[in-house]
C-alpha cells in the first residue's frame, strides 16, 4: 500500500520558534509537494521538489524553505513561526499525475 | 485569479437527492484529477480524465471533462451520507499540482 506519513497529526508552537514539518513516502516518487489548506481557499502550494535537493517555490513561499536531503523525504520549516501560519499542512508525493497525501498536521502557532 | 474555479463552495443537500458541481478554468489542460477529502485526512484521488468530452463513472458518480478541456463536471445521483466532504478539482500545471479552492458537500441523513 502507498504511504505517505507526516510526523505528528498535532503541533502546538509558540511565536518566533523554529518549526520542522517531517513528510516521508514509502513509493521512491520523484515528486514532493508542501501545502496549505485554509477554509475557503482550498490547498495552496508552498514549495515542491522534482528530485533530491532540487526546490522550487510554490504559490506562497513566503517565510517557509523546505529541504530534500534524501528522495523519500521532505521537510517544511518554519523559519520563526508566526499566528498568520496556523493552518492545517499538507504533504504529497507523486510520480506522474496521481498524488497521494499524507493525513496532514494541524499547527497552531500560539 | 485562481486557475481553478469550483462551484458551488458550498452544498447540503438530503440523502437520495442528485447533484452537479463544478471546475471551471479559462485554461486548456491535458488532463484533470478530481480528489475528494473527508474530515482529518488527506485528499484521496478519485479519478483522472484526459481527453476532452471524457465520461468516467465510479459507482454513483460520473465525471466530464469537458470538449475543450478547459472544465470538468462531476455529477452525483442519489447522494449518501458517506459523499459527505471536500471534493477538490486539480491539474498539473508546469511541474506544480494546482488544485480549486473546492466544494463542501454535506448529506443529510
Known amino acids: 500500500d502507498v504511504k505517505v506519513t507526516q510526523s505528528s497529526r498535532y503541533l502546538v508552537k509558540r511565536t518566533g520558534e523554529k518549526v520542522f514539518l517531517e513528510c516521508v513516502q514509502d513509493m521512491d516518487h520523484e515528486n514532493m509537494f508542501w501545502y496549505r489548506q485554509d477554509p475557503g481557499l482550498g490547498l495552496r502550494l508552498i514549495y515542491f521538489?522534482?528530485?533530491?535537493?532540487?526546490?522550487e517555490k510554490g504559490d506562497i513561499p513566503e517565510g517557509y524553505s523546505v529541504s530534500r536531503e534524501k528522495k523519500e523525504r521532505f521537510s517544511l520549516i518554519l523559519e520563526s513561526a508566526s499566528t498568520n501560519q496556523t493552518s492545517m499542512y499538507l504533504c504529497?508525493?507523486?510520480?506522474?499525475?496521481?498524488?497521494?497525501f499524507g493525513q496532514g498536521t494541524r499547527l497552531t502557532v500560539v | 485569479t485562481q486557475l481553478l474555479e469550483q462551484s458551488p463552495q458550498f452544498l447540503s443537500i438530503q440523502e437520495g437527492e442528485n447533484l452537479t458541481v463544478y471546475c471551471n478554468s479559462s485554461s486548456v489542460f491535458s488532463s484533470l484529477q478530481w480528489y475528494r477529502q473527508e474530515p482529518g485526512e488527506g485528499p484521496v484521488l478519485l479519478v483522472t480524465v484526459v481527453t476532452g468530452g471524457e465520461v468516467k463513472k465510479l459507482k454513483r458518480l460520473t465525471f466530464q471533462f469537458g470538449d475543450a478541456r478547459k472544465d470538468s463536471s462531476l455529477h452525483i445521483t442519489a447522494a449518501q451520507p458517506g459523499d459527505t466532504g471536500l471534493y477538490l478539482c486539480a491539474v498539473r500545471w508546469g511541474r506544480q499540482l494546482t488544485f480549486g479552492s473546492g466544494t463542501q458537500l454535506t448529506v443529510l441523513p
Open positions: 504529497a508525493s507523486s510520480s506522474g499525475l496521481v498524488a497521494f
Open positions: 521538489s522534482y528530485d533530491v535537493k532540487m526546490k
